[in-house]
């Protein structure tokens, strides 16, 4: 009951963010290989597996949400929260959790659709010359460099969004209160 009802969830709440289109197609397996190469040269696992880290903190409050928010979920959410914040904190914390997990297990097949993405792309020739390019010198170092300079990047956005939130929250309640207002006078 409760893994159907949080699939159920899942589903709709994936639903919601759309299908990728048909995956692009390449006949030439050297030209799949050095796409894969490229892949694991790049590093794209662990940038896609960092993505997931920071994502999901995210992803399990939007899901408990909607698990409270629905109706046909809301006397599940109730049964195991039992109206305490710490019960509330350890579900979404364990949605977390599952999400992380079965994201982390999708990676294989995501890595296999990025070559094939990649494959379509870049010839050959340009492949073999990109995993040279990352495998060695400056390449070499910006993938080295790539997740500490999310790391850092990500701090950086939170931080300006954080101080654009305190300019544009404060203003849209103001505005909220005006318009309300004078459509309550009218």
Do not use: C, H
């Not at 305190?166 to 849209?172: D, E, F, G, L, W």
């Amino acid at each position: 009951m409760i893994r159907a009802t949080l699939a159920a969830l899942a589903l709709a709440a994936i639903g919601s963010v759309g299908v990728a289109p048909a995956l692009a197609q390449s006949a030439d397996p050297a030209t799949r290989a050095a796409a894969m190469r490229l892949i694991e040269t790049m590093k794209i696992g662990d940038q896609l597996d960092q993505a997931y880290v920071t994502m999901t903190p995210m992803m399990a409050k939007s899901a408990l949400a909607q698990i409270e928010a629905n109706q046909s979920s809301r006397p599940l959410f109730e049964q195991l929260t039992k109206g305490e914040y710490a019960r509330k904190q350890k579900l979404e914390a364990i949605i977390g959790e599952e999400y992380l997990a079965a994201m982390r297990a999708q990676l294989p097949r995501l890595k296999a659709e990025y070559a094939r993405e990649y494959a379509a792309a870049f010839t050959l020739a340009e492949l073999e010359s990109l995993n040279r390019y990352f495998a060695d010198g400056a390449g070499a170092k910006f993938i080295a460099q790539t997740g500490e300079l999310q790391a850092k990047l990500t701090g950086v956005s939170q931080r300006i969004g954080m101080e654009v939130g305190m300019v544009a929250i404060p203003k849209a309640l103001e505005r909220t209160k005006a318009e309300l207002e004078a459509e309550t006078n009218k």
